[in-house]
């Protein structure tokens, strides 16, 4: 029997579960003939969404799973007393070597303490961040923390930015990617005890391709490959920048439908405006991976639709093929 690389998929999170969730799975199978999709929560429900679609049946399997952790309840609670929910028993089959990822646009509290119960962090890591890739004038940066850990020390910056450039040079293929630590100044010397206490510690460490500081208003210029936060201010400026693109839109249509000419305007650079724009759309860029896990657990936009699941679930593929979780290991216990 061919050999898959196996992700297990929560169906039941997200706003638009699980249609949308199932329908990024069945795209996912057929632009990737290497996958296998573990569609996890309730067996009735998946069974009849999937029975309107056209998919190979050899690559997707149904892992009944009772219970929904729904987006507001709290997440410890949640984790301890839903045993068969969707997002328990998919980080299970992750746990267990089942699967080879686990993805879900449920619960973000949930998908964090999950990952950490369940599946628990390698060695060496103390806290494990969300590193989404984020789009920028050159293509992408990652991003982390962007909201796992509110709080964070000196030495919890330094892990994230190893882990970062061991994730930009061998999942996006950018050589001895640049990093910086984010802050209210490029000189040295500004920013908050956080930022000053750790500016030392990356400018010394070896393992990493350290620039300085960068202010939030260069981060989608792209003038760094990787940027490290506390997951407080790195979840408020991703945010921002996801609340800037809706409103720039908005903005934009309302200015090419204000009279005639701007209507004809609009169609002659409709066609450019729109790839030039689809270069900036989070979606295109997959899911945010909780890094430092011993298995792989990447956490979708709650709003996330059909082609945020499906790249996703790519995602996996070059995680897995490139032994990413390996190489962090190897990195992480020097």
Not at 64 to 91: L, Y
Not at 260 to 286: C, H, I, P, R
């Amino acid at each position: 029997m061919e050999d898959y690389i196996v992700v297990a998929l929560d169906a039941m999170g997200g706003d638009n579960a699980p249609k949308e969730i199932i329908l990024g799975a069945v795209d996912a199978l057929k632009e990737n003939s290497k996958l296998k999709v573990l569609l996890v929560g309730k067996e009735d429900i998946i069974k009849q969404n999937l029975s309107e679609l056209s998919y190979d049946k050899d690559r997707i399997e149904i892992i009944n799973a009772t219970e929904v952790i729904e987006t507001a309840e709290h997440p410890v609670n949640a984790i301890n007393h839903k045993k068969d929910s969707s997002i328990v028993v998919g980080m299970k089959t992750v746990r267990d070597g089942k699967a080879d990822a686990f993805v879900s646009a449920g619960n973000s509290g949930a998908v964090l303490v999950g990952g950490q119960l369940i599946v628990g962090r390698m060695k060496g890591v103390k806290r494990a961040p969300f590193a989404p890739l984020i789009p920028t004038e050159k293509g992408v940066s990652l991003l982390l923390d962007s909201g796992a850990n509110a709080d964070c020390r000196p030495e919890h910056l330094l892990s994230f930015a190893k882990m970062g450039s061991i994730y930009m040079e061998y999942v996006i293929g950018r050589k001895n990617p640049t990093v910086s630590i984010l802050s209210n100044g490029a000189e040295e010397g500004k920013g908050n005890a956080l930022v000053k206490d750790t500016y030392p510690l990356l400018k010394d460490c070896a393992d990493i391709n350290f620039i300085g500081n960068i202010e939030a208003r260069d981060i989608t210029a792209g003038n760094s490959d990787v940027i490290v936060c506390d997951g407080f201010v790195g979840n408020a400026v991703l945010k921002m920048m996801e609340g800037t693109a809706k409103s720039l839109g908005h903005v934009m249509k309302k200015a090419f439908y204000k009279n005639l000419g701007t209507k004809l305007g609009a169609l002659m650079v409709k066609n450019s405006l729109k790839e030039s724009l689809s270069a900036f759309d989070a979606s295109e860029y997959g899911g945010a991976p909780l890094l430092g896990l011993k298995g792989l657990v990447v956490k979708t936009h709650g709003s996330a639709k059909k082609t945020e699941v499906k790249n996703s679930l790519l995602q996996c593929i070059t995680f897995k093929e490139q032994d990413i979780s390996g190489k962090l290991v190897e990195k992480l216990s020097v």
